[in-house]
């Protein structure tokens, strides 16, 4: 993970802020043919996403399908919208994405976290999670909380988040 | 409790909506003195509270001072901001308070639940979650979600919020 910690301690790799058009390029550390330099991760902030192409990767993983009216509302009042590529030469394809809402001041909460599962177990997933805490820390959110399914509290675990600091649980409340 | 749940199941005693000016007036169901219909409990979901009156309620149940400025910047942000009041005459006190953060479509995340320590025991915690639940209800959010400190929640489990559904976790990642 050499490479990806050499992207994220070297800002000046992120153009644009939040809710702007600033993107992560890299080059793919997992290719090793000879058009590895066409080849790259993409991370962006950029928030006009194709929904259809949302969908068919939240389709891979299984997620329900919801309505892309509540999907792009969801989008345009998150805080942070964060998604990762692949690009060959022009051509990209949505491998990522996470998403937190937040009061743009104490609290940010991260929902939404997918990676396509023909690019898991790469470290892209880490990759993802360590780009979007960096942008809700750029903005001085402290507090950053998520809620984990069961197989994935220890990848979350190993990125720092910890598992009811001070006994303080996680609860939810769904309609009748 | 009776008494609740008549002003919660009639919409029309909640005049306004999210950012308006909306608040809910009742009599106090604790007083028996013969001024008892100069006393009233009043909620609101205006935004624009006075911050030293917020901070005199937080530092009542002992939570850490923080900056007024960012408490300003989060009032602004969160999706819904409600407050509860004592109102006598034209006289009010701000007695409780609650705010929520959302995506606007899916998800809310209540955070700041306060009632100040001499209303505590007295149903008026209940009320006013009742009433912040109702408000994101009628927004269409149907995930609503906090995080909840060991010795509130059972509070909380009254209120109809499961621990830990499905197994899922919440997780906290705080800067080092």
């Known amino acids: ?30 290719s090793s043919d000879p058009r590895a330099n066409d080849t790259r991760i993409v991370f962006s902030t950029e928030r006009e996403i194709d929904l259809y192409e949302l969908e068919e990767l939240c389709d891979a993983v299984g997620w329900a399908r919801r309505p892309l009216r509540k ?23 949505l491998i990522g994405f996470a998403r937190a809402t937040s009061d743009h001041a104490f609290n940010a909460t991260i929902w939404d976290v997918v990676v ?8 892209l997933g880490k990759a993802l999670m360590q780009y979007t805490i960096k ?16 197989h994935v509290v220890d990848f979350y675990r190993r990125l720092g988040f910890i598992l009811d600091p001070e006994g303080i649980k996680g609860m939810f409340w769904y309609p009748d």
């Open 116 to 123: 396509h599962p023909s690019y898991q177990s790469q470290g």
């Open 71 to 93: 999907v792009r509302k969801a989008l345009q009042h998150s805080f942070l919208v964060v998604s990762m590529w692949e690009q060959r030469g022009v051509r990209r394809r």
């Open 135 to 150: 942008k809700l820390r750029s903005e001085d959110i402290s507090n950053i909380t998520l809620f984990a399914d069961p």
């Open 1 to 30: 993970m050499g490479f990806w910690k050499s992207l994220f301690s070297n800002s000046d790799t992120v153009a644009g802020s939040r809710g702007g058009r600033g993107s992560a390029i890299a080059k793919d550390p997992r």
